[in-house]
């Protein structure tokens, strides 16, 4: 099998299920209880948090445990929205964003804010001189995601976190699922970014939203106040420290093996842009490592998914919250594509234990396929 859908999930480390298996078995008990086996629970909490903050470069009072990149991006924006609407009712963001932030403003214009969404160039950025143009004195939350999770665009996320220091009032939020493990960032200027552990050899369920000290939110699950109050509900223990572990072991990862994968990025670029009838859309410069979106002419790409699978090649088209609804992509229209071409698309998305043989291999696959499914939709 060779698996190259690790945006959509990556498989999580031995190591990670070794800790959560532990965790249930030994300190399975209630972090808010009082007793012993509570206590045990709690203390193995803090150590967790304390690690996730030394690994993101925040203070251990700013993470917040969530169960994932979608809650803790709705927490980010509606939580700041809320809390601070006495200070004005604008949101900016782009039209690339993931679905748990699009939707998320969209429920927020229902409510009565208002909700700038800004376009990107052909490679899918957003410019920060339109961002600048968008802002106004009423603009309380700036939300733009790190990584793109489609094409691995990369936005300028200093360069906007500069510009946002000039309006006092504005929460910038960034979405870093994407990014996280593969691309680095810097926090400074950044009130809220969002962390979701499934995508760095974690457990599904859990994930983290840095909420920089001093900014204010307002809750959207109300219970026992765990979390400080930020996310009221009983802590998943074992995912929070296999997601501790997971993290430590992938920003290792990062330091020795990044260079690699760009390598093996690098030469599956080489090798599609060989193929008749291949476009790719991912940039040459600004992007992650491990993504590649490209589209072959006249072939759906829900077709060449299953075709590839077939031969034990595993991708996905678009974000994988919204493949299965059959969707065009609105990444890649956003960024001037004709439907058509979107409709076309697939995203092929590495991890570390990918190799440049896998890599081989996939090309040579691709290149016995596409003829066979030519003729077929012919």
């Known amino acids: 099998m060779i698996y190259f859908d690790n945006s959509a999930t990556t498989k999580p ?23 012993q086996l509570g206590m045990q629970a709690d203390r193995l909490m803090t150590e967790a948090r304390k690690q996730i903050a030394s690994l993101i470069g925040g203070k251990p009072e700013e993470v917040v445990f969530t169960s994932g990149g979608t809650e803790a991006n709705n927490l980010a924006l509606k939580g700041a929205a809320l809390a601070n609407r006495q200070r004005g009712d604008h949101i900016v963001t782009q039209q690339t964003e993931h679905p748990s932030v699009l939707n998320a403003c969209r429920q927020l214009e229902e409510l009565g804010f208002r909700v700038t969404y800004l376009p990107v160039d052909e490679s899918g950025k957003v410019s920060v001189q339109e961002l600048k143009e968008a802002m106004t004195d009423e603009t309380i939350v700036v939300s733009i995601m790190h990584v793109n999770n489609e ?44 962390l979701s552990a499934h995508k760095f050899h974690g457990l599904k369920g859990s994930g983290v939203l840095y909420k920089k000290e001093g900014v204010k939110l307002s809750a959207l699950l109300s219970g026992g106040d765990q979390e400080r109050g930020w996310r009221s509900g009983t802590e998943n223990t074992g995912g929070v420290a296999a997601m501790a572990k997971a993290l430590r072991l992938t920003e290792e990862k990062r330091v020795k093996s990044v260079q690699e994968m760009r390598g093996i990025q690098q030469f599956l670029r080489t090798e599609l842009e060989r193929i008749s009838g291949v476009t ?27 075709a590839l699978e077939e ?13 299965r609804q059959k969707k065009t992509s609105t990444v890649l229209t956003a960024m001037g594509l004709p439907a058509a071409v979107a409709d076309s698309s697939v ?16 090309i040579r696959v691709l290149k016995e396929i596409i003829p066979k499914l030519t003729k077929v939709q012919r």
């Open 13 to 35: 480390y031995k190591e990670a299920l070794a800790t959560f298996i532990k965790t249930n078995e030994q300190f399975f008990g209630n972090p808010s209880s009082l007793h």
């Open 280 to 306: 790719i859309h991912t940039p040459k410069t600004g992007c992650a490592p491990h993504i590649l979106n490209f589209s072959i002419a006249g072939m759906k790409g829900e077709v060449l998914i299953h």
């Open 151 to 194: 094409t691995g665009a990369i936005q300028p996320i200093a360069e906007i976190s500069q510009l946002l220091k000039g309006y006092p009032k504005a929460l910038f939020h960034v979405d870093d699922v994407q990014g996280r493990g593969k691309v680095e960032l810097d926090l400074d200027g950044i009130d809220l970014c969002s």
């Open 347 to 362: 995203r092929l998305s590495l991890s570390y234990k990918n190799t440049k043989e896998e890599a081989q291999t996939f």
């Open 311 to 323: 031969q034990g090649c595993y991708l996905s088209t678009t974000s994988a919250c919204s493949s």
